[in-house]
């Protein structure tokens, strides 16, 4: 009988741009406040990038890093799976940009779109990839850059969005890295949290940009409400799935959306303590699906994240979408 063949994470990595932008910033382009933003989302400031660097910079970046770290070189790569709403372009997709970038010529690959769920829609097909023998080894990243979408006018919106990029290497293994895998969509919901223009539903015209069409729209109380039992339940069944309980993890990633959800998900589901979330929202804002791997990545990379420790990942996102994963740091 042969043995079964497992999935784990042997590399993290991740970039930001150098440019960051203060609630002290934004108080100069919108009515705000920095002790308004700060009470209620968490974020003291994000990172912004420039003109000229896109999505697939970010994430070739972030690859760069996690293929040294997991000591794979480039053209050993067989998959690119790349989660990210704000693609380069329509198409070609974001992985073959990525693909062409790091010479990873032997690597297939495409682009997951699931809005804040996207990173772990992307862990999901990188560790069914490797478990089915299909491939060796994948990258799977996720990247935004959502300052290119945000509406810098209102001061609902302005205040939440960064950009940035995190990755990772998956391989076999002999032990199960990726313990677990809960996906979900509601597309009855999709009108609180989306970008109407840039489809074919609405392409783009004068029209549509003098009425900030190509924007990110969002109903911030009800999105608020529908994102914490969600992520609570998809944290759940994360764990039913792997055989293990909330005492069981070790640290909690959470898609970093707003302080307020990341400490009201973490109290439901154990002690009513945050001590094992791990937050970097202050610093970089809601960066969609490069959230969880950015978080993930300094983590592992600052220690915090050992070998033998159980992370909990669960993110909610626009579509409506959700996931949950349990992964062990071999």
Same mark, same amino acid.
């Not at 209620?40 to 697939?56: K, L, Q, V, Y």
């Not at 509406?151 to 939440?160: A, G």
């Not at 589901?269 to 990545?297: C, E, H, K, Q």
């Not at 592992?300 to 990942?313: C, E, P, T, W, Y």
């Given at each position: 009988?042969?043995?079964?063949?497992?999935?784990?994470?042997?590399?993290?990595?991740?970039?930001?741009?150098?440019?960051?932008?203060? *609630?002290?910033?934004?108080?100069?382009?919108?009515?705000?406040?920095?002790?308004?933003?700060?009470?209620?989302?968490?974020?003291?400031?994000?990172? /912004?990038?420039?003109?000229?660097?896109?999505?697939?910079?970010?994430?070739?970046?972030?690859? =760069?890093?996690?293929?040294? *770290?997991?000591?794979?070189?480039?053209?050993?790569?067989?998959? /690119?799976?790349?989660?990210?709403?704000?693609?380069?372009?329509?198409?070609?997709?974001?992985?073959?940009?990525?693909?062409?970038?790091?010479?990873?010529?032997?690597?297939?690959?495409?682009?997951?779109?699931?809005?804040?769920?996207?990173? %772990?829609?992307?862990?999901?097909?990188?560790?069914?990839?490797?478990?089915?023998?299909?491939?060796?080894?994948?990258?799977?990243?996720?990247?935004?850059?959502?300052?290119?979408?945000?509406?810098?006018?209102?001061?609902?919106?302005?205040?939440?969005?960064?950009?940035?990029?995190?990755?990772?290497?998956?391989?076999?293994?002999?032990?199960?890295?990726? =313990?677990?895998?809960?996906?979900?969509?509601?597309?009855?919901?999709?009108?609180? %949290?989306?970008?109407?223009?840039?489809?074919?539903?609405?392409?783009?015209?004068?029209?549509?940009?003098?009425?900030?069409?190509?924007?990110?729209?969002?109903?911030?109380?009800?999105?608020?409400?529908?994102?914490?039992?969600?992520?609570?339940?998809?944290?759940?069944?994360?764990?039913?799935?792997?055989?293990?309980?909330?005492?069981?993890?070790?640290?909690?990633?959470?898609?970093?959306?707003?302080?307020?959800?990341?400490?009201?998900?973490?109290?439901? %589901?154990?002690?009513?303590?945050?001590?094992?979330? /791990?937050? *970097?929202?202050? =610093?970089?804002?809601?960066?969609?699906?490069?959230?969880?791997? %950015?978080?993930?990545?300094?983590?592992?990379?600052?220690?915090? /994240?050992?070998?033998? *420790?159980?992370?909990?990942?669960?993110?909610?996102?626009?579509?409506?979408?959700?996931?949950?994963?349990?992964?062990?740091?071999?």
């Amino acid at each position: 009988m042969s043995q079964k063949r497992y999935a784990a994470i042997t590399g993290a990595g991740h970039y930001v741009p150098p440019n960051v932008l203060t *609630n002290a910033d934004l108080e100069t382009m919108v009515e705000t406040t920095d002790e308004w933003i700060r009470t209620r989302t968490g974020i003291r400031e994000r990172r /912004i990038a420039a003109p000229d660097e896109f999505t697939s910079h970010m994430s070739t970046a972030a690859a =760069r890093q996690a293929l040294a *770290n997991a000591k794979l070189a480039p053209e050993d790569v067989e998959a /690119i799976f790349v989660a990210t709403c704000t693609p380069d372009m329509i198409f070609p997709s974001t992985a073959c940009l990525v693909q062409a970038a790091l010479g990873a010529k032997r690597a297939y690959g495409y682009d997951l779109s699931s809005a804040c769920s996207g990173f %772990l829609m992307a862990l999901d097909a990188g560790a069914t990839a490797i478990e089915s023998g299909r491939v060796q080894n994948a990258l799977v990243i996720g990247a935004e850059k959502l300052s290119a979408v945000t509406d810098w006018t209102s001061r609902d919106t302005c205040v939440l969005f960064g950009d940035g990029a995190g990755a990772v290497v998956m391989q076999p293994s002999e032990r199960p890295g990726m =313990r677990s895998s809960y996906l979900g969509v509601d597309g009855h919901q999709a009108d609180i %949290l989306f970008l109407p223009a840039g489809g074919c539903r609405l392409p783009a015209s004068e029209k549509s940009v003098q009425e900030h069409q190509h924007f990110i729209q969002m109903a911030g109380r009800e999105t608020f409400k529908v994102a914490v039992n969600t992520m609570v339940g998809a944290a759940q069944q994360a764990l039913a799935r792997a055989g293990l309980t909330e005492a069981d993890i070790d640290w909690m990633v959470f898609h970093q959306a707003n302080k307020r959800i990341i400490d009201a998900v973490a109290q439901r %589901l154990g002690d009513g303590t945050t001590d094992r979330a /791990i937050v *970097n929202l202050d =610093r970089y804002g809601n960066t969609s699906a490069a959230s969880i791997p %950015l978080a993930f990545s300094e983590a592992v990379a600052d220690g915090r /994240i050992q070998s033998g *420790n159980k992370i909990l990942m669960v993110a909610f996102g626009g579509g409506l979408s959700w996931g949950g994963a349990v992964v062990e740091w071999l």
